[in-house]
């Protein structure tokens, strides 16, 4: 594809439920990113993919969100038991090896009622 | 604690003026990333520095690894630059800021 994608665009979910989100970076690119921006916040790490490496899971605020990253593609992230203050904007991104710049996708719009 | 800090946070210009978004950080980073974020949302990369100066149309990014600062420069500002200017390093792992919002008036 031309860059990256995320789905769903947005979501609506009721307190507790689980959701997943997806993200399709750009094609060849070995490093994903997933980051998180809450109303009026900034940007926040979540997690970091590399190749084939054990991902970088520093940023995840809670056990309650995990994520994975398919056959070095696409990537799910995952939240648990969702609560109101999991509602954000979870954005992802990815980069080549040769120039770590980021691309990012549009993002998916999280709202926990 | 934040590890970057912007400033200004907020800033007004009148077109054509030649703006300047400061960048400083706390620690020792290998590179360090400046975003732009458009009111649709939309984020996209501008420059990745580790060491001096890049250029890029009308913007400009420097970085003083001693002095742990970075600055963007937007030079003939046009109403198409406002937007969230994101000053971003990776320690452990990434840090941003907390944003500049840049207006720029006709």
């Known amino acids: 594809g031309a860059g990256v994608s995320q789905s769903p665009s947005n979501k609506v979910t009721e307190k507790g439920k689980d959701v997943e989100l997806r993200c399709d970076p750009i094609s060849g690119h070995t490093a994903l990113y997933w980051y998180r921006q809450s109303l009026g916040q900034g940007l926040e790490f979540l997690i970091y993919f590399q190749g084939n490496s054990a991902p970088d899971k520093s940023g995840l605020p809670s056990d309650r969100f995990s994520a994975e990253r398919t056959g070095g593609s696409v990537s799910t992230l995952t939240i648990q038991r969702t609560q109101q203050e999991d509602s954000a904007v979870y954005l992802c991104a990815s980069s080549s090896s040769r120039s770590n710049e980021q691309f990012f996708g549009p993002g998916t719009r999280l709202t926990v009622l | 604690k934040n590890e970057v800090e912007q400033s200004p946070q907020n800033l007004t210009a009148q077109e054509g003026e030649f703006i300047t978004i400061n960048c400083s950080y706390s620690v020792g980073i290998s590179a360090l990333h400046w975003l732009q974020q458009h009111p649709g949302g939309g984020i996209v990369s501008l420059f990745m520095?580790?060491?001096g100066k890049k250029k890029h149309g009308r913007l400009i990014a420097t970085i003083n690894i001693q002095e742990k600062h970075s600055s963007l420069h937007i030079t003939a500002s046009h109403p198409r630059d406002s937007a969230v200017y994101i000053c971003a390093v990776r320690i452990s792992q990434f840090y941003f800021g907390t944003g500049t919002s840049l207006t720029v008036i006709p």
């Open positions: 520095l580790s060491s």
